[in-house]
């Protein structure tokens, strides 16, 4: 019996597509029969969870149970699938996970497909986030964002007669799309609203807001891969918290766009306080590696809020900051050279190196070699170009570093295609989820070899002829 006999009881079709010449994926249960109790198990989990979350069959009919397979995704690695695919499965769950709010669950279905059901979204919200996890699959799994017309996510629904089918929901570009112009419009709206009623917030009221919104507040590490050790031994620390569309906030954007200036110091005294934690955490278990941590340029420019972050690296044992790594971010083009000189000297002081994150398109890079700074670096985690200019972005921002003697780093490389770009280029240090993936606590120190991080389908055509 497969998971939706048991779920909505025998003598109903369970196919989990309509007939439109696919074949249906069995189930684990039914391929391996009773036996497997581990999988039972895991079923009866997911199952006991969907009732809690499905007041009624009414609410299935109303689209928060979906599927996404890979079942077309399968041949672009022709023989090579069963070696890659429980790196697959692990790229996919990952992608899910990072989605998914409490009330959400998810189950594996099959081989290669995935159960979803979204407790709190309707119909269109839930079909639109289905649409965002596959395209992210396609792009960690065969390196284009075009991938995405691989995936298959559908949406289940219920006939007349009781029977299950699951109906494909299309073009998933198209209803991104559309999700984020009807989302942007709507967050226009919303902050315009905000920031006339913020005319009106007292002290008090802001105290409050910058509680509730600490609480919120979570930490993921990045592991920074250097190339030419071939080992992880820096991870860095990203504030995160979940957005209004059930993904997940990352870096400064963690703080909402209406929230005083102050909220940014705040937020970076929150970060080297939960730094000392980690510090402390990583000594005591003898884990010697490196822990990065941001700090804006807001901070430092107001002298009250600089001298108190400076302060607070005071209070961190100097035992522990021979740990520590600072990135300065925030820094724009048209920074006078000395003010730069006089911020990033203030940190250096403070920690075992600093690193200066710079907006791709950055020019000053004199301003950069004055400094002190060990590194400069780019982000990449949401880029503003298409890759073909991303890659040229890449050449030149080395040239331009090596120039000046600092070595480079970059952020947030979500495709093979990405990864090999930035080797290709020259930069010093890497990190993304091609690379490793990210982990809520720093690990020991570690080599990852180029055999490790690299994932891409091999070419069948060649290989078949």
């Known amino acids: 019996m497969n998971i939706f006999d048991r779920l909505f009881g025998q003598g109903k079709s369970t196919k989990p597509y309509p007939t439109q010449g696919r074949e249906s994926s069995a189930s684990p249960s039914d391929d391996e029969g009773a036996g497997d109790s581990a999988f039972e198990a895991k079923q009866d989990e997911f199952l006991h969870r969907l009732r809690n979350v499905l007041s009624d069959r009414g609410d299935v009919i109303s689209g928060r149970l979906h599927m996404i397979g890979l079942e077309k995704v399968k041949p672009s690695f022709g023989a090579r699938w069963p070696q890659v695919a429980d790196k697959a499965h692990e790229i996919a769950k990952l992608a899910i996970e990072r989605r998914l709010n409490p009330t959400d669950l998810y189950t594996r279905f099959g081989d290669l497909s995935y159960l979803l059901v979204f407790g709190n979204l309707g119909r269109a919200d839930a079909q639109v986030k289905c649409a965002l996890i596959a395209r992210e699959i396609a792009e960690k799994l065969l390196g284009t ?27 998933l570009d198209a209803l991104v799309r559309e999700f984020e112009t009807r989302w942007a419009e709507q967050k226009a709206v919303e902050n315009d609203v905000q920031r006339a009623a913020l005319q009106w917030v007292t002290e008090e009221d802001m105290e409050r807001s910058w509680e509730v919104l600490a609480k919120q507040i979570g930490y993921i590490y990045r592991p920074m891969w250097t190339v030419r050790s071939q080992a992880v031994t820096t991870y860095h620390c990203l504030p995160t918290r979940s957005g209004e569309d059930g993904g997940m906030l990352v870096g400064y954007d ?110 000053d890079f004199d301003a950069v070699g004055k400094t002190q700074a060990t590194a400069c670096g780019l982000a990449v985690d949401e880029p503003t170009m298409a890759e073909a200019l991303l890659f040229k972005e890449f050449n030149r921002f080395c040239e331009e570093a090596e120039r000046v003697h600092k070595q480079k780093y970059v952020h947030g490389l979500s495709s093979p295609s990405l990864l090999t770009a930035a080797l290709g280029a020259g930069f010093d240090y890497v990190d993304g989820e091609t690379v490793a993936s990210v982990t809520e606590q720093p690990e020991a120190a570690h080599r990852l070899g180029l055999e490790g991080i690299f994932f891409r389908p091999e070419s069948t055509t060649e290989n078949e002829a």
């Open 145 to 171: 964002q075009a991938a995405a017309k691989l995936m298959q996510v559908s949406c289940v629904s219920m006939k007349e007669n009781g029977r299950l089918i699951f109906e494909d929901l299309g073009d």
């Open 254 to 363: 963690v703080i909402p766009r209406d929230a005083p200036p102050r909220f940014i110091p705040r937020l970076d005294g929150l970060l080297l306080r939960k730094a000392a934690q980690e510090l402390t955490w990583l000594r005591n278990a003898d884990k010697p590696l490196l822990l990065a941590i941001p700090v804006h340029f807001e901070t430092l420019a107001r002298t009250r809020s600089r001298v108190a972050y400076i302060n607070d690296c005071h209070d961190i044992p100097e035992e522990l900051r021979r740990y520590l790594v600072l990135e300065l971010v925030g820094v724009e083009d048209g920074i006078p050279s000395g003010r730069l000189m006089e911020l990033t000297s203030a940190l250096c002081a403070e920690c075992r190196a600093l690193l200066i994150r710079l907006p791709i398109g950055f020019t």
